[in-house]
């Protein structure tokens, strides 16, 4: 069994914490975790910050751990184009470091492809040093694939759990309201109003619909699946932001998200503006395989139409949902919703 276990930290740091925790919760042998990222300088952007990130987060879960050393061996790059500039500074900064070790894991999911392949084919090389294996992170299928031996873990959102509050902190957002008080039963009422009325106007805000959904989802969704949160009405920033932004609706599997932005406007443009941000932010947050939901004020063919267009404007494949007033007047929304998080 390794106790050595490799990482490369890229712009994303979600995929090294599931990793990370992967190991940790099935290897009590791990002592030694290397993050490697990119020195900002004048030819890059760096990874420090997020390595910094990851590594307060894993402390605060596994300080107690026992075997594993704090703080975590940070390696910085300062070229993640240059080949040789990386072979030279993983020999020199890691490689000749790696004394008291039964054997090394190197998981290749983030950085550079230029570091992915370098730093792969150097710990390639390395001979009678105890066990060498390689994975990667199919974070489509939330499964973790050994080089030699195929899927090890499959559906990590089961027993890979971070707090949404967690989530961003590692990120490096936060946020910057508090939970209020909502009315379901207010909310159930506007529903109503809304469904049935042939016109979106004299409805309000449309604060209801966002609350309407959490409470239906929470009640439909919650107890069906396991490692599930729910969460609505969080305005996140980073530090020295002057503006902020808001995601009405949030679901929480395991570590994967889905965050929900909620009008009653059925204006092709406002939609679309709404439309393009939850996809951006849910990105921001939960990584390239983020989901989100639009749910609108929009007719069956208006619903259609909006969603060609975000997937196409946004090169995505099933990265949107948009769900319109016939979705919600039905209540086909859940399974809607239910089949796009978990293709069931």
Sequence with gaps: MFNHLILLIGTNPLPNFVVAEYFLQNNRQLQKIWLIHSEKNTLQSGTSTQAE????????RWGNHGNLQFPLEKISLTDVSDARAIKNEIKEKMINKMNNF???HFNYTGGTKSMSTHVYWMLKEIKNRGERSFSYLDARNYRLVKDDQGV?????????TISFENLITLHGFERCNKDGETDFMGASKKFQEFINSNTNDNIGDGHFLEVYIAGVLDSKIKN????IEIFQNWKIKKPGWRTDFELDVILLHGYHLTGISCTISADKKTCKMKGFEIIHRTKQ??????RAVLVTGSNANQKRILQQELLYDTG????ILV???DDLKTGIFVSEIENFMFGT
């Design 102 to 104: 039964s054997g090394f």
């Design 53 to 60: 990130n990851l590594e307060r987060l894993l402390k605060e």
């Design 316 to 319: 995505g494949e099933r990265n």
């Design 285 to 290: 947050i939960g990584g390239d395989e983020a």
């Design 323 to 325: 769900l319109g007033k």
């Design 224 to 227: 069906k699946i396991k490692n």
């Design 152 to 160: 090890i873990a499959d559906d990590l959102r089961i027993n890979v």
